[in-house]
């Protein structure tokens, strides 16, 4: 299975750690549905406040990710948006944003996903690490300036000088869109009609990974690792390792993170 890995630090987890070539000061991983406390639609690890878990229970999931991680995860309020938010060591859980950035080592940028995109960037130089949510409405964006640009943006680095690592999603097989969807996205770049086929009634089906390559390719970052739109990676297939919303209605949520360490 492309790019997945078994965390060994972490001893009954299983995790996605990013295969990608990161200052050795970086550390970065994706939460599955493995272990963790949570039953019913959620069983495992449901990291999700907002979608009717039991909150104790929850808190017990998200500590146990952090006792691993050896680092405190901020976790956000996503609303599908473009926002990023700077992050320190007193930065509160639920402010709203779809992806957060820092420079400081006492925290883990953080977004959770159940077919949204979590994309992780880092510098080359190891100063600086951002987590963004990338569903389709913060990869479109206003004019063509989604949350890859915005998180870009608030880094202030040449896209040349980052490295970025995609998460599991649904893939193009099930991510089914209106019309409407398809003409958006080829109105901000007529490249990205590539990345839709024809669906059922009128329906075309999307290529979540590919939209964020090409956005973050035209943003000038060359160096784009994990998910490649096979199977393994999409969170619709494997309802054995991964929550999906759109499969399920009802689900947990999952986590990707990265942070610096001294």
């Not at 639920?94 to 977004?111: E, I, M, N, W």
């Not at 995109?117 to 600086?128: A, E, I, S």
């Not at 951002?130 to 063509?144: K, S, Y």
């Not at 009128?202 to 390719?217: E, I, M, T």
Request: glycine share 10%; with cysteine.
């Amino acid at each position: 299975m492309a790019d997945y890995a078994l965390a060994m630090n972490v001893p009954s987890f299983d995790c996605l750690i990013p295969d990608w070539p990161a200052p050795a000061n970086v550390r970065a991983l994706c939460s599955t549905r493995d272990a963790g406390a949570s039953t019913g639609p959620y069983a495992g690890l449901n990291l999700g406040q907002h979608v009717g878990d039991d909150p104790c229970v929850v808190e017990r999931n998200r500590q146990r990710l952090q006792a691993a991680m050896g680092v405190r995860a901020v976790f956000l309020n996503q609303v599908h948006g473009q926002d990023m938010l700077e992050l320190d060591g007193s930065t509160d859980h639920g402010l709203p944003a779809d992806g957060a950035f820092t420079r400081v080592s006492a925290v883990a940028c953080t977004v959770m996903v159940a077919d949204c995109l979590p994309v992780l960037l880092c510098d080359v130089r190891g100063q600086q690490v951002a987590a963004v949510h990338a569903g389709w409405r913060g990869l479109l964006g206003v004019d063509g300036l989604g949350v890859l640009e915005s998180a870009i943006a608030a880094m202030a680095v040449k896209g040349n000088e980052l490295l970025a690592w995609l998460g599991p999603c649904i893939g193009a097989q099930a991510f089914e869109v209106g019309a409407e969807v398809r003409a958006a996205f080829v109105d901000a770049a007529p490249q990205a009609g590539a990345c839709f086929r024809p669906g059922a009634q009128g329906k075309w089906l999307a290529d979540l990974q590919a939209l964020a390559r090409q956005r973050l390719a035209a943003a000038g970052v060359e160096r784009i690792y994990g998910n490649d739109g096979t199977s393994s990676w999409c969170t619709v297939a494997n309802p054995l390792r991964f929550f999906s919303h759109r499969r399920d209605g009802v689900s947990g949520r999952m986590a990707a993170s990265v942070w610096r360490v001294d």
